[in-house]
């Protein structure tokens, strides 16, 4: 099970949750094994046409293949394209990794449903 948070900082299991999925500086991949147990914890730049390189955010994200990804919210068409690609969005409820995989754990996050409507990308 990979999960993908956008995250402010590179602090790991401590970064903090980014507002703006699209324009996060970074994605926290964290990689849980069958019993929610951490295996592995990746932070990936976000290279995106937002800072400069190619692509859109939610293109970056689909290359590293997750299950899910935990976020404030979206745009809709990012929504869509993890929709599309059967990729869980779930609604972010604390501002820390580790808090969000211990929700996630719990089962405690919502799926979101539809995109931020003050999104710049529709």
Not at 42 to 52: D, L, M, T
């Amino acid at each position: 099970m990979e999960i993908v948070i956008p995250v402010e900082d590179v602090n790991g299991l401590n970064s903090r949750l980014s507002q703006h999925f699209g324009r996060a500086p970074y994605f926290t991949v964290v990689e849980l094994d069958e019993n929610g147990k951490v295996l592995n914890l990746q932070i990936v730049p976000n290279k995106s046409e937002h800072f400069g390189g190619m692509g859109k955010p939610p293109e970056i994200i689909l290359n590293l293949r997750p299950n899910a990804v935990v976020t404030c919210g979206m745009g809709p068409r990012a929504l869509g394209m993890f929709q599309n690609a059967n990729i869980a969005v779930l609604q972010a409820n604390k501002n820390i990794v580790k808090d969000l995989i211990d929700a996630y754990k719990r089962d405690e996050l919502v799926e979101l449903t539809e995109g931020c409507h003050h999104a710049k990308h529709r």
